[in-house]
């Protein structure tokens, strides 16, 4: 589905982007990996067809980005931005709707009724107590709810988060990650996300791409990738890397720098006052 040629993108003379070739196949679900700086949100908005590159292609379904029509690729590629939706006057329901504009005709209307798909997404994240309340009366987190809400009525084929966690608390990261997860596999549906939690990236990610200094470290399976040696060179953190005792998947955690330090401190400091 997706195929990156010699990918090049360029700020003010310096490359944020540097020569970058890869494939990802339909039907799978990727996570973009690295440390702050490293390109993650600059290549997802290339992939998007949003942002041109300085040189180099992307081709999805064989096809260069940049010659679909912004409304043509919308009917097939959704995007969930950093942040979520912005506060605004609509409401919930209103909001998630527009995820249907990509199919409306010049009268804002579809064959077909979308009622039941709108419920559903509204259900899968949620929302249905809150549908009628206005976007600037919610959350951060019910915003984002909402947005991903709207992706789901978008009903694409390729879906692309960036940072899809933020603002959530650890409950809902997992429920929204749970859901984007199965809605993926049930629909054979791409995703790829830009993720900062390397354990949540490993979880529901069957490849993850790391980026480090403008270039690919490593496109590999989670198993390859959770490895100490290659964590502490892109992230410049030292790690242990553990199966989760449940589904086996690496998770990692990391060392303090002085542990033993900091613990002696608390010991003192109890031992003192009692």
């Not at 086996?248 to 400091?269: A, K, Y």
């Amino acid at each position: 589905m997706i195929d990156v040629q010699k990918l090049v993108t360029m700020i003010h003379g310096k490359p944020i982007l540097n020569e970058l070739s890869f494939t990802m196949d339909a039907g799978s679900m990727y996570g973009i990996i690295g440390p702050n700086g490293a390109g993650k949100s600059t290549l997802l908005h290339l992939l998007s067809g949003v942002d041109k590159p300085t040189s180099g292609k992307v081709l999805l379904e064989g096809r260069d980005a940049a010659h679909y029509g912004r409304k043509e690729l919308a009917k097939w590629v959704a995007v969930l931005q950093q942040g979520g939706l912005a506060p605004a006057g609509f409401t919930v329901r209103e909001v998630v709707a527009m995820g249907r504009y990509p199919f409306q005709n010049w009268m804002g209307e579809e064959k077909e009724d979308v009622t039941p798909l709108i419920d559903e997404a509204l259900e899968a994240m949620g929302l249905t107590g809150l549908q009628e309340r206005r976007m600037d009366q919610l959350s951060g987190g019910e915003r984002q709810r909402a947005a991903l809400a709207k992706v789901m009525a978008q009903d694409p084929s390729l879906l692309l988060l960036d940072e899809p966690t933020t603002f959530l608390d650890i409950g809902y990261q997992v429920q929204l990650l749970d859901i984007v997860k199965s809605w993926q596999r049930n629909r054979r549906m791409t995703v790829i996300a830009v993720l900062h939690d390397l354990n949540l990236a490993a979880h529901y990610c069957d490849k993850l791409l790391v980026l480090h200094n403008g270039k690919i470290e490593a496109f590999e399976a989670p198993a390859v990738i959770m490895e100490p040696d290659l964590i502490e060179r892109v992230f410049g953190a030292k790690a242990i890397v553990l199966p989760h005792p449940q589904t086996g998947v690496p998770q990692l955690l990391l060392q303090p720098s002085q542990p033993s330090s900091q613990w002696e401190h608390l010991r003192i400091e109890r031992k003192r006052k009692g």
